[in-house]
T-cell receptor, first 114, second 111 residues
């Protein structure tokens, strides 16, 4: 298995632009998580899905952030409009709900907003 | 709100030393505690602990959980430069399979 796939790996954009991050979970995994990691705040859960349904989005910082999971093999995290404080590494992780809860992380997308 | 605190924040040792990393937690309806290693990129899974007093071991790494005192330790013996990484501790509650992560311990092993 290729593991969790994220794209792009790096994104540099200007403040105010829309940014879309993509994730393909491991085949057969039915839970998907979006995290943000910064030096100041560490690894924070933004939102997670079970069976494509958003379960908890309390970690989404504000309305500029939105996430979708239209099917079991694809999810997006969108920031519109982006701001410099959104600069971080965004990780996607997946697991099998009801199993050991070990989450498998993708390689991350390093976002820089100038 | 679930909370995880790791100590020390950072640690510098020399190859061959033994290190102990600490993780304390507060969680409603505890289910499991997990340790991850993060080198340059994504966190990779090390251990999952659900029961007190049972040591999990993988090579030079071992971990144990104390559910009464609400903490876990991760031991690394005979450290190597390849052990240099951020070590993350996370807890999972019974409400779902969300993980709450601690801030991590940054370990540097010098030759």
């Amino acid at each position: 298995d290729a593991g969790v796939i994220q794209s792009p790996r790096h994104e540099v954009t200007e403040m105010g632009q829309e940014v879309t991050l993509r994730c393909k979970p491991i085949s057969g995994h039915n839970s998907l998580f979006w995290y943000r990691q910064t030096m100041m705040r560490g690894l924070e859960l933004l939102i997670y899905f079970n069976n494509n349904v958003p379960i908890d989005d309390s970690g989404m910082p504000e309305d500029r952030f939105s996430a979708k999971m239209p099917n079991a093999s694809f999810s997006t995290l969108k920031i519109q409009p982006s701001e410099p404080r959104d600069s971080a590494v965004y990780f996607c992780a997946s697991t099998i709900r009801g199993s050991s809860y070990e989450q498998y992380f993708g390689p991350g997308t390093r976002l820089t907003v100038t | 709100e679930d909370k995880v605190v790791q100590s020390p924040l950072s640690l510098v040792v020399h190859e061959g030393d033994t290190v102990t990393l600490n993780c304390s937690y507060e969680v409603t309806n505890f289910r499991s505690l997990l340790w991850y290693k993060q080198e340059k990129k994504a966190p990779t899974f090390l251990f999952m602990l659900t029961s007190s007093g049972i040591e999990k071991k993988s090579g030079r790494l071992s971990s144990i959980l104390d559910k009464k005192e609400l903490f876990s330790i991760l031991n690394i013996t005979a450290t190597q430069t390849g052990d240099s990484a951020i070590y993350l501790c996370a807890v999972c509650n019974n409400a779902g399979n969300m993980l709450t992560f601690g801030g991590g311990t940054r370990l540097m092993v010098k030759p």
